[in-house]
């Protein structure tokens, strides 16, 4: 079964500090995303990976950073947390590439920044 | 730039009746077509999607889309509901003609009473 992991359901941090979300697939998919979601506003691009080291901005990158050092893990990096990155992050990933492919998501970090 | 729209925010219906979710794009092409549903706590998962042909697409869960390509709609039914459909429902749009981000609508939510 396909499978998307978080390494955490829920987040406390204060401002200013170092955040790491790891984010862990299973199925061998080539694609990463990194999304927030916050309410009226849907999911918004972060970053994305379409391979190992690689990695490609999307609509909100300010203020984050990734990592992807091996093709099942994608980590999103918070360098320095501000409140307004207080929202639910969620890591996705897919199949190469023609668009077509479904993304599976995985349940989202719930963080709050203090 | 290619967008998504969906108008309702919150949706109420009772247990039993038909359900009629909205989803309009705005992208000159006929793009690839996607419904995802998010469960209270939970990443999202796929419905249904649409690439050409048949435009009448049946997906899990016994939802059904219809495209609509005159009226750039991509519009997401169920004739029953049930107390277990209650989650918020996703419409996402990628430009097709190989790999391009998916943009995502803000979500309906959707409540069900007894």
């Known amino acids: 079964d396909v499978k998307v992991t978080q390494s955490s359901r829920y987040l406390v941090k204060r401002t200013g500090e170092k955040v790491f979300l790891e984010c862990v697939q299973d199925m061998d998919h080539e694609n990463m995303f990194w999304y927030r979601q916050d309410p009226g506003l849907g999911l918004r691009l972060i970053y994305f990976?379409?391979?190992?080291?690689?990695?490609e901005k999307g609509d909100i990158p300010e203020g984050y950073s990734v990592s992807r050092e091996k093709k099942e893990r994608f980590s999103l990096i918070l360098e320095s947390a501000s409140t307004n990155q207080t929202s639910m992050y969620l890591c996705a990933s897919s199949t190469r590439t023609s668009g077509q492919e479904t993304q599976y998501f995985g349940p989202g970090t719930r963080l709050l920044v203090l | 730039a290619q967008s998504v729209t969906q108008p309702d925010i919150h949706i109420t219906v009772s247990e039993g009746a038909s359900l009629e979710l909205r989803c309009n794009y705005s992208y000159g092409a006929t793009p690839y077509l996607f419904w995802y549903v998010q469960s209270p706590g939970q990443g999202l998962q796929l419905l249904l999607k649409?690439?050409?042909?048949?435009?009448l697409v049946q997906g899990i869960k016994g939802f059904e889309a219809e495209f609509k390509r005159s009226q750039s709609s991509f519009n997401l039914r169920k004739p029953s509901v049930h107390w277990s459909d209650a989650a918020e429902y996703f419409c996402a749009v990628v430009p097709g003609g190989g790999y391009q981000k998916v943009t995502f609508g803000i979500g309906t939510k959707l409540q069900v009473i007894p």
């Open positions: 649409y690439f050409s042909g048949d435009t």
């Open positions: 990976s379409y391979d190992v080291k690689m990695k």
